[in-house]
Structures are given as C-alpha cells and as structure tokens.
C-alpha cells in the first residue's frame, strides 16, 4: 500500500536552532515529491518539487533533499514567522496519477 | 494571477442537513481537485478533475458525497446528509497536468 509518513509530528526549535523534518515513503511509480506549508486557517502554500534522487532545492532559509526512500526538509537558522505545518506529498502512478500527503510536521520556533 | 476562490468560508449545520461547497480554480488550470483536511492531519484527496472528467473518486463516499465540474471551471462539492464525522476542512486546489498544486483557503465545516 502507498503510504508516506513524516516525523516528528511536532518540533519546538529556539530561534537560529537548525533541524530537519523528515518525509519517508513507499509508493510505486513515484513521479515527484512536494513540499508545503500551511499556516492555521490557511490552505497549503507550495514550497518545493524534487523529482530525482540527488536533487536539492533551496529557498531562503530551507533546504529540501530527496533520496530513494526519503526526503527531509533542512531548515537553518530558523525564525519565528517559519513556525508552521509542513507537509510532504508524492505524486505516483499506478493507472492513474495520484498525490498521496503525509499528516505534517507541527514546527514552532521560539524567538 | 488570481488564486483560488472558494465559498464559504464557515459553515455550520445540523447532522442530516445538507450542504454545498463552491470553488474556482486558477485560470488554464484543467486539474482540480477537493481534499478533506482533519485536524491535525493531512490533506486527503476525495476527488480529481482532469477538465470536467472524474480522473479519481475512490475515496469519495459516494452515499452522501457529490461533486461536479460544469464546463471543465467552477467545481461544487455537495454533502447530503452530513454526519458529525464529516467536520472538516474542505479544500480545493488546482495544477496544471501533474505539477504543484495551488491550494484555496479552505471551508470549515461544523456538524452539530
């Protein structure tokens, strides 16, 4: 069965404390992985797509990588407006494209 | 370029009510698609539109859930009748082909 789960679920950090959220999966025919964030009250706002092992991407202060069986979310020196739920979906395909979302990853960063 | 719209924002019924949610993607995107978000879970895909075609509805609880896509634009998702587990968080998003999808703000749904 397809599934992708990340961890922590929760993750308290003080200002400029760097750490990385985790987003493993077991799918078939994976065609790329995202990640988002979602602030409360708010739909999820597209960060990162990484579509190879290998590939990196890098947005201010966040780093995404992808391995064959995982990707983690690098933040440095984070701030408190980076306190947020941060989601990992893949796409795969197995007939049909499909986007299946892990359950997040709660960050607050304590200034 | 404008996001996506959608409506209401709250809602609140009784259980056995009915109740239809409204969204509007960006425009030239032909996917769209409605996800039930649980709180403190993730996002789950109830149903995908490629154009005004139903690409993938198996988790749809088709029993009380509905949705259409007239004209391949404006999409509605519809309960009838709602039950308590059906509070949520609606959201409606939309890409182009299989890339990043651009997510509405969402509907909150109360069951009483």
């Known amino acids: 069965e397809d599934q992708v789960t990340q961890s922590p679920e929760a993750l308290r950090l003080q200002e400029g404390e760097s750490s990385s959220l985790n987003c493993s999966y077991t799918v078939s025919g994976l065609r790329g992985l995202f990640w988002y964030r979602q602030d409360p009250g708010k739909g999820p706002e597209f960060l990162f797509t990484?579509?190879?092992a290998g590939e990196e991407k890098e947005k201010e202060r966040l780093k995404a990588t992808l391995t064959k069986k995982e990707s983690f979310l690098h933040i440095t020196a984070p701030k408190p407006e980076d306190s947020a739920t941060y989601l990992c979906?893949?796409?795969?395909?197995?007939?049909?494209?499909?986007?299946?979302f892990g359950t997040g990853t709660r960050l607050k960063v304590l200034a | 370029e404008a996001g996506v719209a959608q409506s209401p924002r709250y809602k609140i019924i009784e259980k056995r009510q009915s109740v239809a949610f409204w969204c509007n993607p960006i425009?030239?995107?032909?996917?769209l698609y409605w996800y039930q978000q649980i709180l403190g879970q993730g996002p789950k895909l109830l149903i995908q539109f490629q154009n005004n075609g139903v690409v993938d509805d198996s988790q749809l609880p088709k029993d009380r859930f509905s949705a259409e896509r007239l004209k391949g634009v404006d999409s509605t998702l519809k309960i009838q009748p709602a039950k308590l587990e059906d509070s949520a968080v609606y959201l409606c998003a939309s890409s182009r082909f299989h890339n990043e999808q651009f997510f509405g703000p969402g509907t909150r749904l109360t069951v009483l």
């Open positions: 979906a893949v796409l795969c395909r197995s007939g049909t494209y499909k986007y299946i």
């Open positions: 990484l579509y190879s």
């Open positions: 425009s030239g995107h032909a996917t």
